[in-house]
């Protein structure tokens, strides 16, 4: 028998990792197998290099889809598409096609490329009524179909888009694609006024997310409805000891919690999502997950996946897995940080400074465009993000200010002033960081530190854009980014044509690309911010400068109703005026529906728990007054808290009658409506919250009905 080291063990447990990544996807080998190698290879370059999709093998791809998927229990299909809820949808086909002689297995390639799921109760912005239902998704052939195993077998899942039967985008994936071609022929345009590389075909944009979430035990969550149906906690109060100390963030993980993470990772491998980082972050009970980077499109999908699997294996495993922003008030909230980038289909990463940055123009250019874009559009970057949860967090000590900037720190800055002066110096050397023990390596030192206030901070090749919700579908912020970006390299590539009108001279391609960005620069610095983003002084300066600051998603969501917005993304056919309405106005009523469920949740809460909890403990103080006065017995301390918890209840019950009133104000779904419950229900249950929670710290906790932050956050 062969001895076992624990480098055989190594070896063994990486190829069993190995082997089964991406085992539940059509790509690669899998794809290989199952399709004639004409076929294979047509169907790559669609893939890889967005070439478009030769309908005359669609037969044959779903020939093979469909044997593979029945190779591997599946027994259904379904076109897998992502509504503007912000969740996935789909609508599940046998392969079973019953005939004269029985039943055969069916799946053509008209099948594969087009289906017709009406779905026609999904929101649309008014882009279709309810009479109008028929809506079409259409394959996405550069997003792997993949297998959803359940305990029967499994489903075939095919990434699609949905529009509706005049063609306008139902989704989040249309308008992304669409942007990221923008992007491409923008960019193109740049690289070949310096001199494109032959084996470039293509620009594309790269994402990498950070994951953050919440873990309670599901036995906490079930006698919670505020969790159970918001996602979020509605009153309660924090803990004693929160993350005060820092001593759960990048700690221990706990075995049950690591016993589910292994769980949620080997599915996600699977599926072909890369993975790679997992810890414990800043509150207790509160985690990460981040995959490597892909292109944007294939990254959004796996996102909605990594979300979905999360809370399946959670549930696998006793937990609740919670993705809302602020599911605890007071404590760290979650974000999903965006780090974005711009690459060649050769791999050439196109915001990479290089040893020279000074001299790498193209480099400049596309930094700039970044720098243009963000100042231009700082009202649509931040409507992007803009939700009812991610208002809770947004200007809180985990996530950056609702202020738009951007961080670039000392180098680049230096580069900059260099540029904008006209006077280049020595570029800043990255060195080495002495540790001061001999037995300690030297440690290679960045050229910058990293800001984590900024909302869109460069951190080395790419731009973080850490103002993104935890439970965010990231198609609609890159959809905006991409087109806000691709606009300026349009601006900048334009310039430069005209400038040079054919000039081949590289010193005359500098000296107008430098002319050019001292122009930008001068117009467009105002966004650029290195320092705390947290601090006053900056929202002072930041108002000085002219920033926008949109606190709220009612401040923020009429940004893309403006005539600039709808100009804007109709100029690049990203979305029309009407889509973009549609989108403004599904913002929007989604908002007020939120505030307005959260309230009538919290006053269930109130009406059938914490009050009746507060008269109970009411009582029980009365009697224990009023048996101490007839025994001539001094308690005027319980008396004074008998006082206390009764005026507490009063004032509960009159907040309650307030806030009941307002939820029974009928208001449009619209920017009226948005702001009503933005500016009058959510005060009125702030106030709700503050006195209940008031109320519980003075309950015994054998009368308080919920499990409190304490119960939920640090039992594992």
Same mark, same amino acid.
């Given at each position: 028998?062969?001895?076992?080291?624990?480098?055989?063990?190594?070896?063994?447990?990486?190829?069993?990792?190995?082997?089964?990544?991406?085992?539940?996807?059509?790509?690669?080998?899998?794809?290989?197998?199952?399709?004639?190698?004409?076929?294979?290879?047509?169907?790559?370059?669609?893939?890889?290099?967005?070439?478009?999709?030769?309908?005359?093998?669609?037969?044959?791809?779903?020939?093979?889809?469909?044997?593979?998927?029945?190779?591997?229990?599946?027994?259904?299909?379904?076109?897998?598409?992502?509504?503007?809820?912000?969740?996935?949808?789909?609508?599940?086909?046998?392969?079973?096609?019953?005939?004269?002689?029985?039943?055969?297995?069916?799946?053509?390639?008209?099948?594969?490329?087009?289906?017709?799921?009406?779905?026609?109760?999904?929101?649309?912005?008014?882009?279709?009524?309810?009479?109008?239902?028929?809506?079409?998704?259409?394959?996405?052939?550069?997003?792997?179909?993949?297998?959803?195993?359940?305990?029967?077998?499994?489903?075939?899942?095919?990434?699609?888009?949905?529009?509706?039967?005049?063609?306008?985008?139902?989704?989040?994936?249309?308008?992304?694609?669409?942007?990221?071609?923008?992007?491409?022929?923008?960019?193109?345009?740049?690289?070949?006024?310096?001199?494109?590389?032959?084996?470039?075909?293509?620009?594309?944009?790269?994402?990498?997310?950070?994951?953050?979430?919440?873990?309670?035990?599901?036995?906490?969550?079930?006698?919670?409805?505020?969790?159970?149906?918001?996602?979020?906690?509605?009153?309660?109060?924090?803990?004693?000891?929160?993350?005060?100390?820092?001593?759960?963030?990048?700690?221990?993980?706990?075995?049950?919690?690591?016993?589910?993470?292994?769980?949620?990772?080997?599915?996600?491998?699977?599926?072909?999502?890369?993975?790679?980082?997992?810890?414990?972050?800043?509150?207790?009970?509160?985690?990460?997950?981040?995959?490597?980077?892909?292109?944007?499109?294939?990254?959004?999908?796996?996102?909605?996946?990594?979300?979905?699997?999360?809370?399946?294996?959670?549930?696998?495993?006793?937990?609740?897995?919670?993705?809302?922003?602020?599911?605890?008030?007071?404590?760290?909230?979650?974000?999903?940080?965006?780090?974005?980038?711009?690459?060649?289909?050769?791999?050439?990463?196109?915001?990479?400074?290089?040893?020279?940055?000074?001299?790498?123009?193209?480099?400049?250019?596309?930094?700039?465009?970044?720098?243009?874009?963000?100042?231009?559009?700082?009202?649509?970057?931040?409507?992007?993000?803009?939700?009812?949860?991610?208002?809770?967090?947004?200007?809180?000590?985990?996530?950056?200010? &609702?202020?738009? =900037?951007?961080?670039?720190?000392?180098?680049? #800055?230096? !580069? $900059?002033?260099? /540029?904008?002066?006209? +006077?280049?110096?020595?570029?800043?050397?990255?060195?080495?960081?002495?540790?001061?023990?001999?037995?300690?390596?030297?440690?290679?030192?960045?050229?910058?530190?990293?800001?984590?206030?900024?909302?869109?901070?460069?951190?080395?090749?790419?731009?973080?854009?850490? &103002?993104?919700? =935890?439970?965010?579908?990231?198609?609609?912020? #890159?959809? !905006? $980014?991409?087109? /806000?970006?691709?606009? +300026?390299?349009?601006?900048?590539?334009?310039?430069?044509?005209?400038?040079?009108?054919?000039?081949?001279?590289?010193?005359?391609?500098?000296?107008?690309?430098?002319?050019?960005?001292?122009?930008?620069?001068?117009?467009?610095?105002?966004?650029?911010?290195?320092?705390?983003?947290? =601090?006053?002084?900056?929202?002072?300066?930041?108002?000085?400068?002219?920033?926008?600051?949109?606190?709220?998603?009612?401040?923020?969501?009429?940004?893309?109703?403006?005539?600039?917005?709808?100009?804007?993304?109709?100029?690049?056919?990203?979305?029309?005026?009407?889509?973009?309405?549609?989108?403004?106005?599904?913002?929007?009523?989604?908002?007020?529906?939120?505030?307005?469920?959260?309230?009538?949740?919290?006053?269930?809460?109130?009406?059938?728990?914490?009050?009746?909890?507060?008269?109970?403990?009411?009582?029980?103080?009365?009697?224990?007054?009023?048996?101490?006065?007839?025994?001539?017995?001094?308690?005027?301390?319980?008396?004074?808290?008998?006082?206390?918890?009764?005026?507490?209840?009063?004032?509960?019950?009159?907040?309650?009658?307030?806030?009941?009133?307002?939820?029974?104000?009928?208001?449009?779904?619209?920017?009226?409506?948005?702001?009503?419950?933005?500016?009058?229900?959510?005060?009125?249950?702030?106030?709700?919250?503050?006195?209940?929670?008031?109320?519980?710290?003075?309950?015994?906790?054998?009368?308080?009905?919920?499990?409190?932050?304490?119960?939920?956050?640090?039992?594992?």
């Amino acid at each position: 028998m062969e001895h076992i080291t624990m480098s055989n063990v190594t070896d063994l447990q990486t190829n069993d990792y190995c082997n089964n990544y991406g085992c539940r996807t059509f790509s690669g080998d899998i794809m290989l197998r199952y399709l004639q190698p004409d076929v294979y290879d047509s169907l790559l370059e669609t893939m890889g290099k967005a070439k478009p999709l030769d309908s005359a093998i669609a037969n044959s791809v779903a020939h093979g889809m469909m044997e593979w998927a029945i190779d591997n229990g599946c027994t259904h299909y379904t076109h897998w598409f992502q509504p503007l809820t912000g969740a996935t949808a789909e609508k599940h086909d046998a392969f079973l096609e019953p005939t004269e002689k029985g039943a055969i297995a069916e799946f053509a390639g008209d099948m594969l490329i087009r289906g017709e799921p009406d779905a026609s109760s999904f929101p649309s912005g008014g882009i279709r009524d309810t009479w109008e239902a028929r809506g079409y998704t259409a394959w996405d052939a550069t997003s792997p179909a993949f297998i959803m195993p359940n305990e029967e077998g499994g489903t075939l899942c095919i990434p699609t888009a949905f529009v509706s039967w005049t063609g306008e985008a139902l989704d989040k994936k249309t308008p992304l694609l669409r942007s990221i071609d923008v992007v491409n022929v923008q960019a193109m345009r740049i690289i070949e006024i310096f001199g494109k590389d032959p084996s470039v075909s293509r620009v594309i944009t790269t994402l990498g997310l950070e994951q953050e979430y919440f873990l309670v035990d599901e036995s906490f969550v079930a006698n919670r409805e505020d969790l159970l149906l918001c996602g979020r906690t509605l009153i309660g109060t924090p803990p004693p000891k929160g993350h005060q100390l820092d001593d759960h963030y990048f700690g221990k993980i706990p075995e049950r919690v690591l016993s589910f993470m292994d769980d949620a990772e080997q599915q996600l491998y699977e599926l072909g999502i890369p993975v790679k980082t997992r810890h414990n972050e800043v509150a207790p009970g509160q985690y990460e997950i981040a995959p490597s980077y892909e292109n944007a499109n294939v990254a959004s999908d796996h996102q909605m996946l990594l979300m979905s699997i999360l809370k399946t294996t959670a549930e696998a495993h006793g937990f609740v897995c919670l993705l809302h922003e602020k599911p605890f008030a007071g404590v760290n909230g979650s974000g999903k940080h965006n780090n974005w980038s711009i690459a060649t289909d050769t791999g050439k990463n196109l915001l990479s400074p290089g040893k020279d940055p000074y001299n790498n123009v193209p480099f400049l250019l596309f930094l700039c465009a970044v720098i243009r874009a963000v100042d231009m559009h700082a009202d649509l970057l931040r409507a992007s993000i803009a939700s009812a949860a991610n208002d809770h967090r947004l200007g809180a000590n985990e996530a950056p200010p &609702a202020i738009m =900037s951007i961080y670039l720190g000392k180098m680049l #800055n230096g !580069i $900059l002033d260099q /540029i904008e002066n006209d +006077s280049p110096n020595e570029a800043y050397e990255e060195g080495t960081l002495n540790l001061g023990a001999e037995t300690m390596p030297s440690v290679d030192k960045h050229s910058d530190d990293r800001n984590r206030t900024s909302p869109f901070a460069f951190t080395g090749n790419k731009f973080e854009f850490r &103002a993104v919700g =935890s439970t965010s579908t990231i198609a609609w912020p #890159n959809t !905006i $980014l991409n087109t /806000i970006i691709a606009e +300026s390299l349009d601006y900048f590539a334009t310039s430069l044509e005209s400038t040079l009108a054919g000039s081949e001279s590289e010193e005359q391609k500098d000296s107008a690309a430098r002319a050019l960005l001292r122009e930008v620069l001068r117009d467009h610095r105002k966004v650029i911010f290195d320092g705390d983003n947290y =601090s006053s002084e900056w929202h002072e300066e930041a108002a000085r400068r002219g920033l926008p600051n949109l606190i709220t998603t009612a401040d923020a969501i009429p940004a893309l109703a403006t005539q600039k917005a709808l100009d804007l993304f109709d100029r690049y056919n990203v979305l029309s005026n009407r889509e973009l309405t549609a989108r403004s106005e599904v913002l929007l009523e989604q908002y007020y529906k939120i505030i307005r469920i959260e309230a009538r949740i919290l006053m269930m809460m109130l009406s059938t728990k914490v009050l009746p909890a507060a008269l109970r403990y009411q009582g029980e103080l009365a009697l224990i007054v009023q048996s101490s006065h007839e025994a001539s017995v001094e308690c005027s301390r319980s008396a004074a808290k008998l006082g206390d918890l009764a005026r507490l209840a009063e004032q509960l019950q009159g907040v309650m009658e307030s806030l009941q009133t307002m939820i029974q104000s009928t208001q449009k779904n619209n920017l009226q409506g948005a702001e009503y419950v933005c500016n009058t229900i959510l005060p009125e249950m702030s106030q709700a919250r503050l006195i209940s929670d008031q109320i519980e710290e003075t309950i015994p906790s054998d009368i308080w009905p919920l499990p409190t932050y304490t119960d939920m956050l640090f039992i594992r």
